[in-house]
């Protein structure tokens, strides 16, 4: 496993310390994305610029992409793997889910294309769709059944 990562680091071009392997390790058990703060909370004995340096150095790689999901806090997640240096080839919906705050990538849901006028230049395409996760549904059925009861 730990040579898997090893080879996925080096493949983009990125030094394997053992910080850069402990983090992939982490993001690439999450289900849904994952923010600084997370990263802190997992890894309490680690410098949070470490841990900052370290996510910007796999976007820049095209390791995660960033996701801006309207929390104010952005969120990473593993890219496609597709994705080069600086350009990242994902282009797929994000889901947020209002009720557990959870943020999913949806890989199989491509963005839509856009028309836009001639004398604009797009630089980045996201959509965020919010809502209620799989996980969270069963739970708010069965609030509801509760409530009718």
Do not use: W
Not at 3 to 11: P, S, T, V, W
């Amino acid at each position: 496993m730990l040579q898997n990562l090893d080879r996925l680091l080096q493949e983009k071009h990125i030094r394997p310390t053992a910080m850069r392997l402990l983090v992939l390790d982490f993001l690439k058990s999450q289900r849904a994305a994952v923010s600084l703060n997370d990263l802190e909370t997992a890894f309490h004995r680690s410098d949070r610029i470490t841990l900052y340096r370290t996510l910007k150095t796999f976007e820049e790689k095209g390791l995660v992409h960033p996701i801006a999901d309207g929390t104010g806090s952005v969120k990473f997640a593993l890219c496609a793997g597709d994705c080069q240096t600086e350009n990242h080839q994902d282009l797929h919906v994000h889901f947020h889910c209002s009720k557990c705050a959870e943020t999913y990538c949806l890989p199989t849901t491509r963005i839509p294309e856009v028309s836009i006028p001639t004398d604009f230049a797009a630089e980045e395409v996201s959509l965020i769709v919010k809502g209620i996760c799989g996980s969270c549904i069963p739970e708010n059925a069965m609030q509801l059944q509760a409530k009718e009861q």
